[in-house]
Protein backbone atom coordinates (compact mmCIF):
# COMPACT_ATOMS: atom_id res chain seq x y z
CA UNK A 1 0.00 0.00 0.00
CA UNK A 2 2.73 2.68 0.93
CA UNK A 3 4.54 1.92 -2.55
CA UNK A 4 1.13 2.57 -4.35
CA UNK A 5 0.96 5.85 -2.22
CA UNK A 6 3.99 7.03 -2.88
CA UNK A 7 3.25 6.56 -6.73
CA UNK A 8 0.05 8.14 -6.73
CA UNK A 9 1.80 10.99 -4.86
CA UNK A 10 4.11 11.36 -7.25
CA UNK A 11 1.56 11.31 -9.90
CA UNK A 12 -0.18 14.56 -8.30
CA UNK A 13 3.37 16.26 -7.75
CA UNK A 14 3.76 15.79 -11.61
CA UNK A 15 0.26 17.03 -12.56
CA UNK A 16 0.82 19.74 -10.57
CA UNK A 17 4.31 20.65 -11.91
CA UNK A 18 2.58 20.66 -15.65
CA UNK A 19 -0.46 23.05 -14.89
CA UNK A 20 1.72 25.28 -12.87
CA UNK A 21 5.33 25.23 -15.04
CA UNK A 22 3.45 24.87 -18.51
CA UNK A 23 0.21 26.06 -18.28
CA UNK A 24 0.39 29.23 -15.53
CA UNK A 25 -2.86 27.70 -14.31
CA UNK A 26 -2.38 27.60 -10.32
CA UNK A 27 -5.76 26.88 -9.17
CA UNK A 28 -6.13 23.39 -10.93
CA UNK A 29 -2.22 22.85 -10.38
CA UNK A 30 -2.50 23.49 -6.63
CA UNK A 31 -5.04 21.03 -6.31
CA UNK A 32 -3.05 18.11 -7.11
CA UNK A 33 0.25 19.92 -5.11
CA UNK A 34 -2.05 19.44 -2.09
CA UNK A 35 -3.09 16.39 -2.77
CA UNK A 36 0.34 15.30 -3.15
CA UNK A 37 1.28 16.83 -0.14
CA UNK A 38 -1.83 14.99 2.02
CA UNK A 39 0.03 11.65 1.38
CA UNK A 40 2.82 12.95 2.87
CA UNK A 41 5.50 13.41 0.26
CA UNK A 42 8.17 15.08 1.19
CA UNK A 43 10.22 16.56 -1.95
CA UNK A 44 11.83 19.73 -2.43
CA UNK A 45 10.26 20.16 -6.39
CA UNK A 46 6.92 19.67 -4.19
CA UNK A 47 7.73 22.88 -1.72
CA UNK A 48 9.12 24.83 -4.71
CA UNK A 49 5.98 24.36 -6.98
CA UNK A 50 3.38 24.36 -4.32
CA UNK A 51 5.19 27.88 -3.38
CA UNK A 52 5.20 28.60 -6.52
CA UNK A 53 1.36 28.33 -7.14
CA UNK A 54 0.78 30.04 -3.71
CA UNK A 55 2.89 33.22 -5.10
CA UNK A 56 0.90 33.26 -8.14
CA UNK A 57 -2.33 33.20 -6.61
CA UNK A 58 -1.26 36.27 -3.99
CA UNK A 59 -1.47 33.41 -0.96
CA UNK A 60 2.16 34.90 0.57
CA UNK A 61 1.88 33.35 3.84
CA UNK A 62 1.34 30.12 1.94
CA UNK A 63 3.70 30.12 -0.01
CA UNK A 64 6.52 31.34 2.43
CA UNK A 65 5.31 28.31 4.34
CA UNK A 66 5.73 25.67 1.25
CA UNK A 67 9.29 27.31 0.94
CA UNK A 68 10.33 27.12 4.72
CA UNK A 69 11.95 23.48 4.10
CA UNK A 70 14.04 24.87 1.65
CA UNK A 71 15.53 28.04 3.22
CA UNK A 72 18.17 26.40 5.54
CA UNK A 73 19.83 24.36 2.72
CA UNK A 74 19.75 26.87 0.03
CA UNK A 75 22.54 29.22 -1.45
CA UNK A 76 22.47 32.80 -0.65
CA UNK A 77 22.84 33.47 -4.09
CA UNK A 78 20.01 31.44 -5.71
CA UNK A 79 17.58 33.39 -7.48
CA UNK A 80 14.76 32.06 -5.57
CA UNK A 81 15.69 33.89 -2.58
CA UNK A 82 14.11 36.92 -4.72
CA UNK A 83 10.38 35.08 -4.25
CA UNK A 84 10.91 34.95 -1.08
CA UNK A 85 12.01 38.33 -0.97
CA UNK A 86 8.73 39.39 -2.76
CA UNK A 87 6.29 37.44 -0.60
CA UNK A 88 8.11 39.19 2.18
CA UNK A 89 7.56 43.02 1.00
CA UNK A 90 3.51 41.88 0.25
CA UNK A 91 3.31 41.08 3.61
CA UNK A 92 4.94 44.35 4.91
CA UNK A 93 7.93 42.65 6.38
CA UNK A 94 10.61 45.11 4.80
CA UNK A 95 13.72 44.80 7.52
CA UNK A 96 13.62 40.98 6.41
CA UNK A 97 13.14 41.31 2.37
CA UNK A 98 16.23 43.67 2.73
CA UNK A 99 18.39 41.43 4.82
CA UNK A 100 17.69 38.57 2.13
CA UNK A 101 18.49 41.31 -0.98
CA UNK A 102 21.23 42.22 0.94
CA UNK A 103 22.98 39.14 2.24
CA UNK A 104 22.76 38.04 -2.02
CA UNK A 105 24.94 41.01 -2.67
CA UNK A 106 27.75 40.71 -0.12
CA UNK A 107 27.43 36.96 -1.29
CA UNK A 108 28.34 38.05 -4.57
CA UNK A 109 24.92 38.10 -6.88
CA UNK A 110 24.96 41.24 -8.62
CA UNK A 111 21.57 40.75 -10.23
CA UNK A 112 19.32 43.78 -12.02
CA UNK A 113 16.30 42.71 -9.60
CA UNK A 114 17.68 42.86 -5.88
CA UNK A 115 19.01 47.13 -7.03
CA UNK A 116 15.06 47.37 -8.23
CA UNK A 117 13.53 45.28 -5.43
CA UNK A 118 15.77 47.46 -2.91
CA UNK A 119 14.58 50.38 -4.46
CA UNK A 120 10.38 49.52 -3.96
CA UNK A 121 11.54 49.15 0.21
CA UNK A 122 13.21 52.18 0.04
CA UNK A 123 10.34 53.75 -1.64
CA UNK A 124 7.73 51.89 0.38
CA UNK A 125 8.88 53.31 3.54
CA UNK A 126 8.79 56.82 2.04
CA UNK A 127 13.06 56.62 1.48
CA UNK A 128 12.60 58.73 -1.75
CA UNK A 129 16.64 59.36 -2.50
CA UNK A 130 17.97 55.66 -1.38
CA UNK A 131 14.86 54.42 -3.66
CA UNK A 132 16.24 56.57 -7.14
CA UNK A 133 19.87 55.27 -6.32
CA UNK A 134 18.62 51.68 -6.55
CA UNK A 135 16.60 52.22 -9.71
CA UNK A 136 18.96 54.14 -11.23
CA UNK A 137 21.77 51.38 -10.28
CA UNK A 138 19.53 48.42 -11.38
CA UNK A 139 18.28 50.10 -14.79
CA UNK A 140 22.47 51.15 -15.46
CA UNK A 141 23.59 47.13 -14.73
CA UNK A 142 20.28 46.11 -17.19
CA UNK A 143 21.30 48.02 -19.98
CA UNK A 144 25.37 47.23 -19.74
CA UNK A 145 24.12 43.83 -19.59
CA UNK A 146 21.76 44.25 -22.33
CA UNK A 147 18.89 42.94 -20.62
CA UNK A 148 15.35 43.22 -21.68
CA UNK A 149 13.96 43.31 -18.29
CA UNK A 150 15.71 47.18 -17.96
CA UNK A 151 12.48 48.84 -18.82
CA UNK A 152 10.67 47.91 -14.94
CA UNK A 153 13.79 49.78 -12.85
CA UNK A 154 13.64 52.66 -15.54
CA UNK A 155 10.06 53.12 -15.22
CA UNK A 156 10.46 53.02 -11.08
CA UNK A 157 13.07 55.68 -11.73
CA UNK A 158 11.38 57.54 -14.37
CA UNK A 159 7.94 57.39 -11.99
CA UNK A 160 9.66 59.08 -9.05
CA UNK A 161 11.59 61.43 -10.77
Not at 20 to 47: C, P, R
Not at 62 to 69: I, V
Not at 137 to 148: C, I, M, S
Request: with cysteine.
Amino acid sequence: YAHLKQGLASLYLLMGKIYVHTYGEYTAGLKFLEMAKDLNLQDDELHRTLGEAYFHLDRYREALLSWSPLLTRIQPTDPFLFRVSACLMHLNQMDLAQSILSKMWSSGCRSTAIYNNLGVIHEILGRRDLALRFYFLATQRAVTQGRKDSLIPKKNFDRLI
